[in-house]
């Protein structure tokens, strides 16, 4: 399946190119089951057609009518529609409640060079924010990486830090904070057996996967259909293509000639997530080993080890839910998020 052809950004600068007219509709306030988050997104065509969604289906007819008289007459518009227990139902829901979208037109070329600039931004993998005031529309990007020339770019760092879009206030204005964050990735050094739960299910939880192993026969696309494999050494590899704040990374072969030199390359670099597999008493030699090359105390309990949490995994795919449940809580504890 092509996900562009279901990417609202992608798909509004594509129409944008073809002198088509667009608007966004943008989630920014929920009922506590909402299909859709704060933030999702819908791209809608002056003719109607749309990408994207904003709710389970039972608001969008609405949601497109309401974009095409934006576009019409230009001005922006908070909708707010109230969902009743049986039309919740209807769409899937356990319970109704409100939701509220924000539509804006984007004609004006300034709109529609910010919205190109978005989409870069997004397609190279630099975290950025969409910030859209609620009563003007005025929408401006701010970047979480580059240090906050003011309040708003505070806090659309902590914003993206959180990795959740939301309404803050700066300015005596209401502002809505879309967050397009860099994709979570996940490197894997060892291909081993618990190397192939662990990357089908971080793939399913929307992690760039990739296996690093210089045995070439283990790290075969027979053993990982639709993983990126590399067979450099582990250093070599991460070296190449570097971790970043929203990196997680997980050694899990046994041997140091391949765990350490990763291990090593991981310490010295922004990763959220460090985890490698071993026994305590086999955690404290690499401990020691990787002390003696010169690392701290400090850095060294960065590393999980041994790895996953503690929920008396036993089988491969059983220990693969121990560790991606682990990396999952030291992303989203917000006292620990990555920072961006």
Partial sequence: MDKSSSDPLTT?????????????????????????????????????????????????????????????????RNLKFGVTNEDAWAVGLACGGT????????????????????KQARDSHRAV????????????????????????????????????SGTVESGGRNWFLTVFNPPLDLAIIGAVHIAQPLARMAALAGYDVRVIDPRSAFATEERFPGIALSHAWPDEALGAKPPGPRSAIVALTHDPKLDDPGLSAALRSEAFYIGALGSRTTHAKRLE???ANGFSEAELQRIRGPIGLDIGARSPAEIAIAI???ITAELRNRDRAPAT
């Avoid at 667009?22 to 109607?48: H, K, L, N, Y």
């Avoid at 309401?66 to 001005?75: I, K, P, T, V």
């Avoid at 939701?99 to 978005?118: D, N, Y």
């Fill in 129 to 164: 924010v969409l910030a859209t005031d609620l009563a003007s529309g005025e929408s401006v990007l701010r970047y979480p990486g580059e240090t906050p020339a003011d309040d708003l770019g505070q806090a659309a760092k902590l914003q993206a830090r959180k990795d959740q």
């Fill in 289 to 291: 080993r990787l002390g």
């Fill in 12 to 76: 509004a600068a594509g129409w944008l190119d073809g002198a088509r007219k667009v608007a966004f509709a943008t989630v920014t306030r929920t009922w506590g089951s909402a299909p859709r988050p704060e933030g999702s997104q819908m791209a809608i065509r002056d003719d109607g057609a749309f990408s994207g969604s904003v709710s389970g289906g039972c608001v969008e007819g609405a949601v497109i009518g309401e974009a095409q008289n934006a576009l019409r007459d230009g001005r922006p």
């Fill in 324 to 326: 991606l449940a682990q």
């Fill in 99 to 118: 939701i509220e979208i924000h539509v804006a037109p984007v004609l004006a070329a300034p709109q529609q060079a910010l919205l190109r600039e978005l």
